[in-house]
């Protein structure tokens, strides 16, 4: 009998035009590390105060795990050109059977207004909807986050609801705006000609 074929996988990395997405190293602990002591970086992904090279090492183990199994797809988000570390996207929440999953994604602090997050989002969407056979990705965003909110406008996601009192933090409900997006709305990133 025909072995059976597990789910697609990405290839990876993903170039495109500033950036190059890849499975996270280990020495990538002190960059990402040093990245997410920040909590304006932090605070919108849910993460603890006081984020460590310890942390970090563990996200990286986890992420392997996750690629191994084809479930989820944590990617550093590096430049091209010298290959420093600035960020962190991918997909998780992958449900096949459904073909949809969640985009994520934080950029350094030092490097946010360039349109990393817009680019790096685009190209693992990109790679979501074409190697993976999805047919709608979401994410889920805090109603005071206008930046993240207009990265997913700009490729085509859509405000779908307002999930009220969904998280807690620091004690208090908090509601989350609810994104979606179809393959067939999806409008990858383009950068703006220069001025
Ligand atoms: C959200 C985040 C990833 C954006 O990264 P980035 O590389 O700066 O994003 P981009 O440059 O691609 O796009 C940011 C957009 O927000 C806009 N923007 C910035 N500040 C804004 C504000 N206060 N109000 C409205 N829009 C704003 C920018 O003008 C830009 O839009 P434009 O390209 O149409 O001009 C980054 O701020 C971050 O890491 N935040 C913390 C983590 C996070 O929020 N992750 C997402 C969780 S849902």
Redesign the pocket.
């Known amino acids: 009998m025909a072995a059976r074929a597990g789910p697609p996988r990405l290839r990876l990395p993903i170039v495109g035009r500033r950036l190059l997405l890849r499975i996270p190293q280990p020495s990538d602990a002190s960059a990402i590390a040093h990245a997410l002591r920040d909590r304006?970086?932090t605070r919108?992904?849910h993460l603890p105060v006081g984020y460590s090279i310890r942390d970090a090492r563990e996200f990286i183990s986890r992420s392997k795990q996750g690629l191994k199994e084809g479930s989820k797809y944590n990617l550093s988000i590096t430049l091209r050109s010298g290959g420093e570390l600035i960020?962190g996207c991918g997909l998780d929440r992958i449900r096949f059977d459904h073909r949809n999953a969640h985009v994520?994604?934080?950029?350094a602090r030092p490097?946010?207004?360039?349109?990393?997050?817009?680019?790096a989002a685009s190209l693992v969407i990109s790679a979501g909807f074409r190697q993976l056979g999805l047919h709608r990705i979401h994410?889920?965003?805090?109603p005071d986050?206008?930046?993240?909110m207009?990265?997913l406008r700009?490729l085509g996601f859509r405000v779908e609801g307002r999930a009220r009192q969904d998280r807690v933090v620091s004690g208090r409900y908090r509601d989350m705006i609810l994104f979606g997006l179809l393959r067939e709305e999806f409008r990858p990133f383009r950068p703006r000609p220069a001025a």
């Open positions: 304006r970086v919108p992904i960020g994520g994604y934080w950029i490097h946010w207004g360039r349109g990393y997050a817009s680019e994410s889920d965003v805090f986050n206008p930046q993240s207009r990265v700009r």
